[in-house]
């Protein structure tokens, strides 16, 4: 950027938001570059924005707007495909102060600002004896912001649905500095056209989530958990699909025999580290039926070979074994750096799937190790590698792309839960088809004439 | 419109179209030109394209987009705001023919096509052990196409969420002619914008829809319902707020006593006569804990004033007691021609829109009845006139913007579940705002600029 320019947007900022809120010092602006993604590629921002109101996003969005400077929203950070990986001479707004949670108990909602972590709005919902689904496994970390801007999924969607489901409204900051609130505290809305869902999952490339009202429900009642061992990937991938015939569970999760491993070498719960599969099944219906489904889960993986099947409805061992599978992602992640995908496929393509990955593993000898939401269909193969080492990157990198093929080839898709931010972005126009993607850029510029929301993620160049 | 013209689209119409398909002839186009709302103001339209398939309705589309002729897209007619009222001149795209249903038990979808009714989609799932949970009082008589495209909700909605959060994927025709597929039979996908959910709701107005994946659930346990009489308004709302904050119930209804008796003079029911409202509970879940809601339930009826409480899980019993709010409508109408209202409100101001339309009534000396999907906030008060007297005519068309105009004041919504249509698009403006209404129009320039779909319908002159 030509420095009279950059010297006109950092006095303009400076002038528009309060003090405090504009961070233009090189060092600190390096925490603001990367998500979890560390897209190699990330820039250097102009500027940082703490905002800590939607009118300092308004302020700063309206600067960005009559300068044409990009804008990169950003929650926690803790995003997988890039979507919040800054760009030169953009400006980061980030919503990482924006924090506050309000839960009415009387309509079972919760407005809440985007900076808030997932967690932290479970934790305010469940003081009313309410509960916030929606569980990605970076709950811990992520903010809510964050999961509405990329519609994230999590272990209880196979019974509890995803993000979407319980966004109920939504205050956005558009291209244009305007903020309007969209939906609201209305169980039923039909008035005018579905712009709450399109915000949810647009990954800040039509505006700026700055509040959202969600749907909450009773607590969850106390869950039986079960765990099955499988020598097998097909004997474990049948029980999926046996399983999702006969009933409905909470949650229907799957390792493979590398994230079994990896989480034993960090963990030491006694995990049966031969075994080629293990899954995590659990419901929560009512006592005497949960135990009915979970007697029926454990006949299903017998019957599908599973070697050894743990059932517990003691809170903490559940989650515990929950946990195990939480912290999959990290444990692997000790091996080396990883590549990480999020391709879906239609439930009875899962075990195609699986095995499709297993023989691009070994064709382009790459280690790809695989979590999943079965229930869902929802895969995350983790591509392990040394990054030093270039021709296992370059493997690693053909291999990535590989998986996503296979999995449009399987009619599937590129992402069930991560976004496609920047990582994912050359696939997109493969997965969507070029009309479907015509009508995403039609939105796109009808929404954001000059291209100055998070442009690169999701898109690429318009 | 022009003769030569009009010739001239007939003529591409019939080239082609497979025969059988087009009607011209003037007395078969009357079948076409309401819906269930009679709006007064509907045209005569040009043709009528009884379509068989998505290529019959891309070729129709084709050639209005050619000629800048409208198009209304038709499902069953049983619209209540005008969605599908013909214009003068316009190409009806009727869907009433394409009723094709396709379960898959495995990965518990439907694929259906647009004129299949409710309740087939909901009698071919449950052959295979599935529930459609959606519900709109309508279900024998509209089809999924139109629940679809005004995300209908329904009875069972307070506990299972409405039409959009049950659509997996989409066969659109755009205005262009292009078929394309959003989404599909993927539980988890966030690949680019939620166009699938954008679709869901746009009445026609963005695209006409021509194939549905719907996600379907395991089969309702049988519930037990209870109903309660109160002796006055004020106890019942109370008792609706008291049960939403104790449990989620997986029916929670409200009928006025004009309702209950229109109901009675229809059904003979022994319904207390005398009762100012009347609230229908159900609880679906295992015996036990459905008993234990129903007895909270009734406590809680009681602490409100109710005078008579009566429960049942006889399936049988259940169903005559919901059929009774389902036939609210169609009963009271038979006291005047209906000007049926479908405003919704955050719960807690449920009693102020209650009263309030009863002043409303009062000052405008018109009859209105109100039934309600009181668990969500959704109303329906009907307005019952006698068309053959103006003076009621015009007070009652006052009233009825007037009701929307209290809901609009109380944080509500104009319409919860019917669609914006014609009757209510006069009053959008008011209840978006001039920048969400201007969203909303940039997204229907993007995708129609002709403005040929469903033109009138939910956005007014363009």
Chains 1, 2 share one sequence.
């Not at 924090?99 to 919902?125: H, L, S």
């Not at 749907?215 to 969850?220: E, G, Y």
């Not at 879906?344 to 075990?351: A, I, Q, W």
Request: hydrophobic share 45%; glycine share 10%; with cysteine.
């Amino acid at each position: 950027m030509e420095p009279d320019r950059r010297e006109r947007v950092i006095a303009a900022l400076t002038a528009d938001l309060p003090e405090g809120v504009l961070v233009t010092n090189r060092d600190s602006l390096d925490a603001y570059r990367w998500d979890r993604a560390n897209d190699p590629d990330a820039g250097v921002p102009l500027a940082v924005v703490r905002a800590t109101s939607t009118e300092d996003v308004q302020a700063a969005m309206r600067i960005a707007a009559r300068e044409g400077v990009a804008v990169i929203p950003r929650g926690a950070g803790s995003g997988l495909s890039g979507g919040s990986s800054a760009q030169d001479d953009a400006i980061v707004i980030a919503l990482d102060r924006m924090r506050r949670i309000t839960i009415d108990p009387v309509v079972q909602m919760a407005t809440v600002q985007p900076g808030a972590f997932n967690v932290e709005v479970k934790a305010a919902a469940s003081e009313h004896g309410l509960w916030y689904p929606p569980d990605p496994s970076s709950q811990e970390f992520c903010s809510i912001g964050g999961n509405v801007a990329t519609n994230a999924g999590g272990l209880c969607c196979v019974k509890y649905g995803v993000t979407t489901d319980y966004v109920l409204g939504l205050t956005v900051v558009l291209a244009d500095g305007k903020a309007v609130k969209l939906g609201g505290p209305r169980l039923k809305d039909v008035a005018g056209l579905s712009l709450t869902k399109l915000f949810v999952g647009s990954e800040g490339t039509l505006g700026i989530i700055t509040e959202i009202v969600l749907r909450l429900v009773p607590a969850q009642r106390t869950p039986t958990t079960l765990v099955a061992m499988f020598p097998t990937l097909s004997g474990a991938i049948q029980a999926v699909l046996d399983i999702k015939g006969a009933m409905r569970p909470s949650m229907l999760e799957f390792m493979d025999g590398v994230a079994i491993n990896a989480v034993e070498d960090m963990m030491r719960m006694e995990l049966d580290r031969s075994a080629a599969a293990m899954l995590i099944v659990q419901s929560d219906e009512p006592e005497a039926l949960a135990a009915e489904q979970i007697a029926a889960v454990e006949v299903i993986c017998e019957a599908n070979g599973a070697t050894e099947c743990y059932a517990t409805s003691d809170p903490d061992e559940s989650e515990a074994l929950i946990e195990a599978r939480r912290q999959a992602i990290p444990a692997v992640e000790k091996r080396g750096a990883l590549l990480l995908e999020d391709v879906g496929v239609p439930l009875p393509r899962l075990g195609d799937l699986v095995l499709g990955v297993a023989e691009i593993a070994a064709r382009h000898r790459t280690e790809i190790s695989i979590v999943a939401h079965a229930g869902d269909g929802n895969t995350h193969p983790l591509l392990v590698l040394d990054p030093s080492d270039p021709g296992q990157k370059e493997r690693a990198d053909i291999a990535y792309g590989e998986v996503m093929d296979l999995a449009i080839a399987l009619g599937g898709t590129i992402t069930g839960e991560h976004g496609v931010g920047r990582l994912k972005q050359p696939w997109l126009g493969d997965y969507l088809g070029e009309d479907v993607l015509d009508l995403n850029l039609r939105i796109k510029k009808a929404l954001d004439p000059q291209n100055i929301l998070n442009p690169g993620a999701v898109f690429g160049a318009i």
